[in-house]
């Protein structure tokens, strides 16, 4: 089966100005996150969706950042404006949504703000 | 609040020799716990899981872990290790919520 495929692998952009990123999940998997990776860290989820619903979005910092998974299927995750401490690793992971069902990660896309 | 700490954020080890990765979790009910590696540039692969039944869980590239409840422990281990085992590798805890909590990660070497 394909995996998680995530746009762009990498991005640069100066600081205040604006960015997305393309998540398309595992075909059939319901459930979708969002996580930040700073260098030298794990992951820290961002927001969580059950189809097109909004799960926990308590760790995004909404005054900047923003997601959405539009027919429940592909995500975007934007950010606007940038800062410095936005340079991370973001990842997309999706899951079947169910009690033993692990999550997939795609390869990420790698955010530097200079 | 869920939470995993990896004690080591550093190992180096022998192509050949034994590798064991430590990995501590607090949750205040039954946890699922996952092992997952992650190589340069690349995202999470998961190595192996445990959810219930047998404490004792394999994984695919000849990695094993145990769950030890008494002591919150999921550590990871591989008898002989190879030089592609080289990455970093992060435990992680998750509960009913389908969310995880992981660990800073411990960056393995192998040396020839």
């Known amino acids: 089966e394909a995996g998680v495929a995530q746009s762009p692998r990498y991005k640069i952009i100066e600081k205040r100005q604006s960015v997305a990123f393309w998540c398309n999940p595992i075909?059939?998997?319901?459930?979708l996150y969002w996580y930040q990776q700073i260098l030298g860290q794990g992951p820290k989820l961002l927001i969580q969706?059950?189809?097109?619903?909004?799960?926990?979005d308590s760790q995004l910092p909404k005054d900047r950042f923003s997601a959405e998974r539009l027919k429940g299927v592909d995500s975007t995750l934007k950010i606007q404006p940038a800062k410095l401490e936005d340079s991370a690793v973001y990842l997309c992971?999706?899951?079947?949504?169910?009690?033993?069902?692990?999550?997939?990660f795609g390869d990420g896309t790698r955010l530097s703000i200079l | 609040a869920q939470s995993v700490t990896q004690p080591d954020i550093h190992i180096t080890v022998s192509e050949g020799a034994s590798l064991e990765l430590r990995c501590n979790y607090s949750?205040?009910?039954?946890?699922?716990l996952f092992w997952y590696v992650q190589s340069p540039g690349q995202g999470l692969q998961l190595l192996l899981k445990y959810f219930s039944g047998d404490t004792l869980v394999q994984g695919i590239k000849g990695f094993e872990a145990e769950f030890k409840r008494s002591q919150s422990s999921f550590n990871l281990r591989k008898p002989s290790v190879h030089w592609s085992d080289a990455a970093e590798y992060f435990c992680?805890?998750?509960?009913?919520?389908?969310?995880?909590?992981f660990g800073a990660g411990t960056t393995v070497t192998v040396r020839a």
């Open positions: 992680a805890v998750g509960g009913n919520d389908y969310k995880l909590s």
């Open positions: 992971a999706s899951s079947l949504g169910t009690r033993n069902s692990p999550q997939h």
């Open positions: 075909s059939g998997h319901a459930t």
């Open positions: 949750y205040g009910a039954t946890p699922y």
């Open positions: 969706f059950q189809n097109n619903g909004v799960v926990d």
